[in-house]
């Protein structure tokens, strides 16, 4: 079946560091999704990339689709406390049924 | 908008007992609804795949009769756990969608302790 592995499964950065968490996904994607967990809290929806390609920003967060349509990436500018959390990608199966999750990275920030 | 009640968030019961988790769309109407369960540090993992007026389609290794989904209506899908076991303690998730490409929307989670 679809697998999707996220890298790195933790991420440890003084505050003001940028972060990177990466996607991959063993079958092509017809769009990747990208939320957000706060510890103790349940998943946000962040963004949704559906061109090959495609690269998307959100004031720090910029988000990118690779050309393959198989990965993606989420860079996070001069990190905040308020960007504690796990970030998952997550991409669906055929017929955009249902979404298969990444292992998530969680983030922790050393202020 | 999209918003999605999941209620209770937090139950503790004894093994033996059946427990019922509701899941609501408050501000629109969700085709379909789905149920994911997450262990502590680990990805949600998908139960199954619920539409309205339907029967569940559930995950590989989801037991059916343990973990009952009713739709009864575009806005209200019930996830009940039946006769629940120390084992079955974990942090159940379900999420809402309106058409087939819009997002997936959660619930704020359920936290199931079996004593």
């Known amino acids: 079946g679809q697998q999707v592995m996220q890298i790195p499964q933790y991420q440890h950065v003084q505050e003001g560091e940028d972060f990177t968490t990466y996607c991959n996904s063993s079958t092509t994607l017809s769009n990747i999704q990208w939320y957000k967990q706060r510890p103790g809290g349940h998943p946000v929806f962040l963004i949704q990339?559906?061109?090959?390609?495609e690269v998307k920003k959100q004031k720090r967060l910029t988000f990118q689709f690779g050309e393959a349509k198989k990965n993606s990436s989420l860079h996070i500018t001069a990190t905040q406390t308020t960007d504690v959390g796990t970030y998952f990608c997550a991409g669906p199966n055929f017929g955009n049924e249902k979404l298969t999750f990444g292992t998530g990275t969680r983030l922790t920030i050393i202020p | 908008g999209a918003v999605v009640s999941q209620h209770p968030s937090w139950v503790i019961c004894k093994s033996g007992t059946s427990v019922k988790i509701e899941c609501r769309s408050l501000d629109f109407q969700a085709t379909t609804m789905f149920w994911y369960r997450q262990f502590p540090k680990q990805s949600l993992m998908l139960m199954a795949t619920?539409?309205?007026?339907?029967?569940?389609?559930?995950e590989q290794g989801v037991e059916k009769d343990k973990f009952l989904i009713n739709h009864a209506s575009l806005t209200l899908s019930t996830l009940t756990v039946t006769s629940a076991h120390p084992e079955d303690s974990s942090f159940y998730i379900c999420?809402?969608?309106?058409?087939?490409?819009?997002?997936?929307?959660f619930g704020d989670g359920t936290r199931l302790s079996i004593l």
């Open positions: 619920s539409n309205e007026g339907s029967k569940a389609t559930y």
């Open positions: 999420s809402a969608r309106g058409h087939s490409r819009e997002p997936q929307h």
């Open positions: 990339l559906v061109k090959s390609g």
